[in-house]
């Protein structure tokens, strides 16, 4: 009887506090009720879709009320492909891109918990492409003149040439739709240097670079080859002193392995014209390249570097453009006045290397020679070189064309 007076004293005391308890977080409960909100988003309501077809990674346009401004409450799908991206967001229009794995089917927007089926359909477009864009140039499949036909190759262009257009840069150009992977396009006049556009039911592809021959700047690369540091050698396992590749040298400026100097310190290398350390006397050494000039003016600019040239012992060199084809066209030192008689251009280096007391002064710089040709023909480029006090050398960097 005593223990069961106890159990129930027990039970009587802790059921009272569970009592309490609950009473109280009733009453906790009760005082929050008023302080949450139950929101219920209207329905999105789309009115138009546009476009219906395309390419995938291109933009659709949805416009319609109640699509709030939040881009992380939206979704909308192609099919059942969710689109990745949604560029922009605003209550009565939103602009999505079409995922790569989308696929041509119905389409379908969810803000929030509210979904809306159905809202149109997308047709999902074979994606064009450009593979090459080729010159039928002269001067090189990435060189157009006015008038140079350009012959772009890809696949899936279409057959329709209304929904189709081709630019030099910006420049629009005319062309012929051949078939689903060919357009000939004739290079505008005016156009400035730069890549070829073409765009297919709005969707806009990079073709290859264009050289545009008459575009004023750097036309080196039309005209000259292995022109600037690094200068490539002929040789696979060329050692400190090469024939550079492209560059042309009679015997006397082989002297006697040729002119590129391929210096370790600085893993660097020139177009140098030395005697001393194992290189001989230099006298009416020729150094060049030929190349087709178009009409125009052009100033060729040869950079140097940290040479030492003193005006002494015979040293000379000249850089010229004048009309030919090979070495006879560079004339020797005695008969250089007849370069501008026969219509080209030469300068006579003169910044000479001196001694300040015991210290050489080394000479860098920058040669020029302006030249207008007054008609396309053919012209060499190149250096003339005396080279007879020991230890002297001339380091060219770079040799290149502007078109004025």
Known sequence: MYYYTELMKLLSKYTFRLAVLASVALMAACEQDPKFTVYDY???VVENVY?????????????????GDRAEAVKFFFGDIQSKKVVDC??????????????????????YNKKVENIGHY???????????????????????????????????????????VDFNGTPAVFELVDEKTIIATAPEGYVTGNVIVTVHGYAMTGGAMFNPNSKGDVTVLYLKNYQQPFASEEDNPGDWSKPMYWNQNAASMNPHGCRQYVKNGNLTFLCFQRGWGKNAMTNGKIWQGASFLKGTYNMEITY????????????????????????AIPDLADIATVTERGGAYTVFDDWSYLDGKNQVLTSGKLTVELTVDEAKDMVVGFLVTVGTNDTYFKVTSVKLILQ
């Open 305 to 328: 570097d940290t040479s030492w040239f003193p005006n002494d012992g015979g040293n000379s060199l000249v850089a010229m453009i004048v009309p030919g084809t090979d070495e006879s």
């Open 123 to 165: 047709t999902v477009l074979p994606t064009p492409r450009v593979i090459t864009t080729l010159s039928n140039s002269d001067f090189g499949y990435n060189v157009a003149d006015t008038g140079d036909k350009v012959t772009i190759s890809g696949e899936n262009f279409g057959t329709d040439a209304s929904d189709i257009s």
């Open 42 to 44: 209207p329905v999105p």
């Open 51 to 67: 476009p219906t077809d395309g390419f995938v990674t291109t933009q659709v346009v949805i416009t319609g009320t109640n699509f």
């Open 90 to 111: 605003k209550n009565n229009r939103i602009v999505v891109e079409v995922p790569e794995t989308a696929n041509t089917g119905d389409l379908s927007l969810q803000i």
